[in-house]
């Protein structure tokens, strides 16, 4: 079954919203995990490394006052797209590694099944 | 500059037979090569991993191959089926520094009865 849950599956929601997307790893702890962005027929985009206990570490080109993440627990991660428009609009994707969370290409990443956000 | 090229067309088979998808990467050195599944609205599923060191590796019908000089990587499955019908992302480590795993845009594969 799933490792990784990944909530809501779908949001719909008007231009200035905030919306908070949750990131929960069901059977392991996860120290880190990652925030994705895929548009369509196009590669996963890595956003930011959400890391627990202490600050995201943003990609080049993602805003962090845009997208905040909390990662709250051992098993929890949060992304929240504040003041959401409609270039925001997209798939959200969150994943987590078994061994420690790391980004390591040698160890597979478990993925949610993502957010569908649609801004109107 | 450095790419991961995935054959962006569609790639349709009959039940049975072997699909084969092209993985080719330019200007990175990976340790390490991954292929997921990914199905519409979900999120990738991890299928193999591949090393450097490893011409070839398999699983059931699965079948990945990981050629370094030609800095391709090939993805089979065998006896195909219908519910083998999904989209297939490579990702590797750009070999850079940092071990930020890059993925490709995918291939997406349809399996007809």
């Known amino acids: 079954g799933a490792v990784v849950s990944q909530h809501p599956s779908r949001v719909i929601c008007k231009s200035g919203t905030s919306v908070k997307i949750e990131c929960r790893s069901l059977?392991?702890?996860?120290?880190?995990m990652f925030w994705y962005r895929q548009f369509p027929k196009q590669s996963l985009m890595l956003m930011a490394t959400s890391n627990e206990g202490s600050k995201a570490t943003y990609e080049q080109g993602v805003e962090k006052d845009k997208f905040l993440i909390n990662h709250a627990s051992l098993t929890l991660s949060t992304l929240t797209v504040t003041s959401a428009h409609p270039e925001d609009s997209s798939f959200y994707i969150c994943s987590a590694g078994r061994q420690g969370g790391s980004i390591y290409s040698n160890q597979p990443q478990h993925f949610g099944d993502g957010t569908r956000l649609s801004i109107l | 500059s450095q790419k991961i090229e995935q054959n962006s067309e569609a790639l349709n088979i009959q039940e049975g037979k072997t699909a084969t998808l092209t993985c080719n990467y330019t200007?990175?050195?990976?340790?390490?090569l991954q292929w997921y599944r990914q199905d519409p609205g979900r999120g990738p599923v991890f299928l193999l991993l591949?090393?450097?060191?490893?011409k070839e590796k398999r699983k059931e019908r699965l079948k990945v191959t990981f050629d370094t000089t030609l800095k391709q990587s090939l993805f089979h499955i065998t006896a195909s089926q219908p519910a083998d019908s999904a989209t297939y992302l490579c990702?590797?480590?750009?070999?850079?520094?940092?071990?930020?795993?890059?993925f490709g845009a995918g291939t997406r594969l349809f399996v007809k009865a």
């Open positions: 990702a590797l480590d750009p070999g850079t520094g940092g071990f930020k795993t890059i």
């Open positions: 059977d392991f702890q996860a120290t880190t």
């Open positions: 591949i090393r450097e060191n490893e």
């Open positions: 200007n990175y050195s990976p340790a390490y």
